[in-house]
């Protein structure tokens, strides 16, 4: 039974994954076709919340790789080429966009590197997505493949689609977050982007029966409703987005749009389940012992409560339309006395990163122990030792770095900080 928590955890971590960091990656891809003006505005809606939105992929990938190994033992190996791909993609994305935003000015290099990465994001994670429904060439549980089977025709169907859904996401979110489109290129761009999505939804669902090699679950009642009710479901998400698009109110097409894909999702799950991997791989055969699956359930299950308040907590930050800051002008300085320079705290440098480096290590060990403890395989700890360990880990991490902070190794000397020094001087001087 708890393998399919694992399971089920692992669909709602990807359907989150979808849903959010879809809409950062098609926000991306639109930068490349936007005036140049508008590409920085579309980096800064992007960096609110792209870090939370990601976050849901590595928990995905922590649930298979604990939960599921059977999974990691036939997929990775099959897909690792577009994988490492992606996360190439996403290191230079998240780079892009960083850089961008700190630089005070439109950077095109920088605003073009994140576009592209977006793009090569989506299109990566649409060749998985092909390979893994194609059903990768297997034998008891090992990949018997080679390395490119991943490509495919349907393959590349499914990259081409998840291309267009992204960009969907991303035009529905921009119009929740800008003011920069009217209303009526508005309307005519959600609504192609719409109509391409359904086109490839229809194309994709009409070959999938041909690519994968299982057996599609719909001569069972259950799974024949529970398909077609997700079917009716994305058909009204899908219409109330096409009359959303253009008209207020202005987060209506977005939250269609993610309704959409996370019924298309359910529906996918629903035809092929208990089948992870095709043609019949279950989740009983891809599970890891019964002492694993509890100690992944109860860790990961834990987690997710606060990376969604992260994520709801970025959503109220950041609510309402971007609007461009305008720094205030600082005051010209004037000529002030010279005063001797405050000396330079101590560094201590090595000293806090060695005590860094052994807290992390600290942390592993602590967090490797658990699950044999939990597992019932250790012999020379126990439960109460785990938590003592790990507590006294994160007390010391605190409490360090307090003391770094009281002695000023935190604190930096902005050029900003020494402007406003200065003008603040020049008003007390006669």
């Known amino acids: 039974m708890l393998e399919y928590a694992a399971y089920a ?13 879809g809409y950062d990656l098609g926000v991306g891809m639109l930068s490349l076709a936007a005036e140049p003006e508008r590409r920085r ?24 790789w604990a939960g599921l190994p059977g999974v990691y033992s036939v997929l990775l190996p099959a897909v690792y080429l577009p994988l490492i791909g992606m996360l190439i993609a996403i290191i230079l994305r998240g780079l892009g966009l960083e850089m961008h935003s700190a630089a005070g000015g439109y950077r095109r290099g920088w605003a073009l590197l994140f576009g592209g990465a977006s793009l090569a994001a989506a299109v990566c994670q649409g060749l998985v997505l092909g390979a893994l429904l194609s059903g990768p ?16 025709p349907y393959s590349v169907l499914c990259a081409l689609g998840l291309v267009v859904l992204y960009l969907l996401a991303g035009a529905a979110w921009l119009q929740d977050k800008t003011e920069g489109w009217s209303r009526s290129r508005t309307r ?14 229809v194309v ?14 719909l001569g069972e009642p259950v799974r024949a409703v529970l398909f077609w009710l997700a079917v009716v479901a994305a058909v009204g998400a899908g219409t109330v987005a096409w009359f959303g698009f253009g008209r207020g ?6 939250a269609a749009v993610a309704t959409m894909t996370a ?12 089948v992870v991997v095709p043609p019949g791989l279950t989740v009983h055969q891809a599970a890891s012992p019964h002492s694993s699956q509890l100690f992944l359930v109860l860790g990961v299950g834990l987690c997710m409560p ?4 992260y994520n709801v907590y970025a959503w109220r930050s950041f609510r309402g339309k971007y609007t461009d800051p305008v720094e205030p002008a600082l005051p010209r300085p004037r000529a002030v006395p010279l005063t001797p320079a405050a000396p330079p705290p101590p560094s201590g440098t090595v000293r806090t990163v060695l005590r860094r480096t052994l807290l992390v290590v600290l942390g592993i060990v602590a967090t490797a122990l658990s699950q044999d403890v939990f597992g019932g395989v250790a012999e020379w700890i126990g439960p109460i030792g785990v938590t003592v360990l790990a507590g006294t880990a994160l007390a010391a991490w605190i409490a360090g770095d307090r003391r770094d902070r009281r002695a000023g190794y935190f604190d930096v000397d902005t050029g900003a900080d020494a402007v406003a020094g200065a003008g603040a001087g020049a008003e007390r001087t006669p």
């Open 306 to 309: 606060f990376v969604l308040a």
């Open 41 to 64: 505005e579309y980096g800064e809606i992007v960096a609110t919340a792209w870090d939370a939105n990601e976050s849901w992929i590595i928990l995905a990938g922590v649930v298979l």
């Open 263 to 274: 019924v298309g999702l359910l529906g996918l799950a629903v035809i092929t389940a208990p």
């Open 249 to 254: 109110p202005d987060w209506r097409p977005f």
């Open 188 to 201: 005519r761009t959600g609504r192609s982007l719409l109509a391409a999505t359904a086109v490839m939804a």
């Open 9 to 21: 955890l692992v669909l709602f971590s990807l359907g989150m994954y979808v849903v959010l960091d």
């Open 137 to 152: 060439r297997q034998r008891g549980g090992v990949f018997t493949g080679g390395a490119f089977d991943w490509l495919s």
């Open 204 to 217: 994709l669902g009409l070959l999938l029966p041909g690519a994968d090699p299982q057996e599609l679950q």
